[in-house]
């Protein structure tokens, strides 16, 4: 079983900054890509920041220059630094890990990380 555990979420004023951290444990074999999502009530859920097996990333605009998606593979974790945070930012983050095997893929979710930005 994978479980994914979020953390470094909280309330922050406008302007600041915030490190999400998402570890991965149970049974992985090959990680095909690890991100972040987030979502508000009545909206879909969007892709924030992913970073792909081979190293590359992708960012949605609205956090380009501002959000860094890293990853540490030996432990399994992927983290998201947050600067100069903007209210429109809060949301619930959710990690997402995809994993390969074969020709198959799966992915898994993590429970979420509330985000709170104030003017």
């Known amino acids: 079983q994978v479980q994914l555990v979020e953390s470094g979420g909280g309330l922050v004023q406008a302007g600041g900054s915030l490190r999400l951290s998402c570890a991965a444990s149970?049974?992985?074999?090959?990680?095909?890509?690890m991100g972040w999502y987030r979502q508000v009530p009545g909206k879909e859920r969007e892709l924030v920041a992913r970073i792909i097996s081979g190293g590359s990333t992708e960012y949605a605009d609205s956090v380009k220059g501002r959000f860094t998606i890293s990853r540490d593979n030996a432990k399994n974790t992927v983290y998201l630094q947050m600067n100069s945070l903007k209210p429109e930012d809060t949301s619930v983050y959710y990690c997402?890990?995809?994993?390969?095997?074969?020709?198959?893929?799966?992915?898994?979710w993590g429970q979420g990380t509330q985000v709170t930005v104030s003017s």
């Open positions: 997402k890990l995809t994993t390969i095997s074969t020709s198959w893929l799966n992915n898994y």
């Open positions: 149970g049974s992985i074999f090959s990680i095909r890509a």
